[in-house]
């Protein structure tokens, strides 16, 4: 079974930026994604990348994220710039379609 590690996470002022890893325990040859989850919201898609670099975005993204993934190392990453309070939540990353789930970092956006 694939363990996906986040790191990363912490606290970070408006306006501000943040880098995500996810880091899997074996070679992963299949898309990956970036989830996340705010208290008594539901869980929605950040992005996904495949492994040949091919990208999709969640709407509300609006050019602030960007996806990346570096297969020699199995880790995943997710640049943040211009973060708003609204973006505070639990970040996961995902094996897509494997149902393998990371336990997510926390990611907290201060005004």
């Known amino acids: 079974q694939v363990q996906l590690v986040e790191s990363g996470g912490g606290t970070v002022q408006a306006g501000g930026s943040v880098t995500l890893s996810c880091k899997a325990s074996?070679?992963?040859?299949?898309?990956m994604g970036w989830y996340r989850q705010a208290p008594g919201k539901q869980r929605e898609l950040v992005a996904t990348?495949?492994?040949?670099?091919?990208?999709n975005y969640g709407d509300f993204v609006k050019g602030r994220f960007t996806i990346s993934r570096d297969n020699s190392e199995n880790t995943v990453y997710l640049q943040m710039n211009s973060l708003k309070p609204e973006d505070t939540a639990v970040y996961y990353c995902?094996?897509?379609?494997?149902?393998?789930w990371g336990q997510g970092t926390q990611v907290t956006v201060s005004s």
């Open positions: 995902k094996l897509e379609f494997s149902g393998y």
């Open positions: 990348i495949t492994t040949r670099g091919r990208t």
């Open positions: 074996t070679t992963v040859t299949s898309t």
